[in-house]
Each structure stands twice: as structure tokens, then as C-alpha cells.
């Protein structure tokens, strides 16, 4: 089942729960909504907003070059398709 793209939800843990879209990165969403997120290109090429990824699903808007762990998302460059549970590096 689809929701509106409006319906996603994002929980930080030890934060908030924040909404996110799907014509939005995850990064951007976060940032909206005040969670600060360490990152530098934007694009999936560095690594440095590598996150946790406890629950949920993402879609990548560009293959990220990147390594990350089979746990590990990169919030810059992905969008969610499901709601999910993230840890944020602080």
C-alpha cells in the first residue's frame, strides 16, 4: 500500500520524530526539521552523513559511491519509502 508522500514518518532516536516527503532527501527533511546532520557533498560521494538505519526503507535518488554497512544509509542521497528508524551520529 502507497501512502501520500507526505507520510512518512522518521524517528531519531534519542531525538524527535520528524515528517518527510518523497520529493525530498532524507538529509533535507532532517534539516527542516532542525536535526543537525553532519554532511559535505550532498551528492553520496563522501560518506560523512553515513546514519544508522534501524528500521525501514529508502530508495537512492543517485547510487552512492560511498561505502556504507548493510545497517547504514546515506541520508544526502536517498529518499524513504517507508517510515523509519535512524540513529544520527552526534
Not at 28 to 57: M, N, P, W
Not at 71 to 78: A, N
Amino acid at each position: 500500500m502507497t501512502k501520500p508522500d507526505d507520510a512518512f514518518r522518521i524517528d531519531v532516536v534519542d531525538a524527535k520524530c520528524v515528517p518527510a516527503r518523497h520529493d525530498k532527501t532524507l538529509l533535507e527533511s532532517l534539516e527542516q526539521s532542525g536535526i543537525d546532520v553532519h554532511y559535505h557533498c550532498r551528492e553520496g560521494f563522501c560518506g560523512a552523513c553515513r546514519t544508522k538505519l534501524k528500521a525501514g526503507a529508502v530508495r537512492y535518488t543517485t547510487d552512492p559511491l560511498a561505502f556504507i554497512d548493510d545497517d547504514e544509509i546515506l541520508p544526502c542521497c536517498c529518499v524513504p519509502t517507508t517510515d523509519l528508524k535512524v540513529i544520527v551520529p552526534l
